[in-house]
Structure formats: C-alpha cells, structure tokens
C-alpha cells in the first residue's frame, strides 16, 4: 500500500483511518452539490470539490492534511444548511453565476483577452496558475453559462500540451579522489558526503531542519521537567500546610508529554538520515 510521506512510520490504523476520512469527506461533498437545484450550481460546487481534492492529493504535511480536512467539514455543513439558510444558498449562487468570487476573477481576465480566438482558447482552462503547474495534464473548461459572460460565441477545439522534451543530467566522472565519505552532524547522526563535491542545498537544509527540529524537541522536554518540578515542590508545599491535594493527574500527563517527545528525539537519533521527512511533519 502506497503511504504518504507525512504518514511514513506512522501506525497503518492511524493511516487507514485518515484515507477512509478523507473519501468519505469527498463522496459526501459530491452527493450535497448533486442536490442542488441549479445547474450551474451543481457545476460549480462539483467542480470546485473536484479541484482541490486533486490540487491536495499529494499533500505531504500533517498539519496540512488536518487543516484541508477540516476545511472540507465546514464546507459540507455549508452545503447541507443551505436548502434552509437564504444567506449560504444567495452566497453560493453568487460564486456559480461569477458575481463575486474565482469565477468572477476568471471571466474578468477572459474579457481583457482582445483576440476572440485566443479568448476562447484559454477558456479550455480555467483554473490556477499554480493548479495547472501542478497538475498539466488535467483541465476545467468554463461552462456555457459563464462563456456568455466572457462573450465567447465559438468555443475553441481542445488541444493537449506538448509533450516536452526531457532534459538529460549531464553526467561528470568522479576522479580517484572523489571518494564517500561518512561524517556526522552537530548532532551526532552519520551521513554521507562526496569529497571533492559541493554539498546540495536539499542536504544542507534537510541537516539545518532536523538540528533545529531535534532543539525544539529538547527545549520542550526541559520545559516538560521544570514545570515538572514545581509540581512537585507545590505538593510538598501543601503536604507541610496539611492540604490534601491531588497533583498526580497533572504529573502523569507532565510524564507522558516528555515521553512522547523523548521517543521522538531517540527514533530521530537511532535511524539517522533515514527518518528526515518526519521532521518537517511532527
């Protein structure tokens, strides 16, 4: 089964949960918009649906994936409430009928285009900049509703992208002194460099992130122990006033965040280079 990198060496239940979450959320988006009684409502909303679960399908980040997720459920409630809220369902008509919005950006830009031709071939695809980028092969034309609103009156015959031509990595010999070498970071985890080679950046920063990472995670466990410890001494305290306190439930949870944060610093440390993608997600 093909994982994430944000969910690699996470617990496979803890996955399957997160991938169910996520298709589900997806199929009960599509079902809401296919309610509603618009065309061109049913065609924005699925669309747009559509879209950005493509954009995020190779989200890596954690944080990321929770924040799109959760995003997703407010956008359902909008669309369950709004068979009985007059605001949402006015809000959602103007976004599918281009009186404010995305669309109203794109068939503004589509009418300062002057050549009708050139016009009517960039309504062929009418997403983002950075959404094309990601994604060339796929496409969302503009829909009859909102050609008239870009005055286009005959539409273009879609053309796929070229194909472009793949540049080769110029390939340069190593001399006898170009050699591996296996060295350590301030941290002590090995890695591996070529002497004689300028090291890449994706290295340097990959090395910079977790030293930073591994910091963070003992400043936290300092933290965890010093609050740790003015527990303790405010149950000596009250023990001496002859004040029964329960402080064991804030000490349990005090000993289990430094737990979690050990292990995380230990896991780092033990598997090396390896692990450096659950640095930038934790």
Known sequence: MKVATAFQGVNRSIVKEARSATLDLYRSLLKAAAQFPES????FLRETVRERFRFHRHETSRQRVLKCLQEGSKALEIMCDAKSNAVYMERIDALATAKAGPLKHVVGKLRRIPDLNKRASAALDIRSSSSRKRDPNARMAAPE???????????APYQPPPNQP???LKFTKRKPYMVSIRTHDANGIPFIRVRGWRQPVQTSMMIKTRVKKLQQWMDKIHELQDIRRMIRSERIFYDNLGIHEDFKEYEYHMTEAEKYYSQLRSRIQGNGIDDHTTLREE
């Open 145 to 155: 509703h909102l050609c008239k609103l870009a005055r286009i009156t005959q539409p």
């Open 40 to 43: 061109h409502q049913r065609y």
């Open 166 to 168: 793949i540049k080769r």
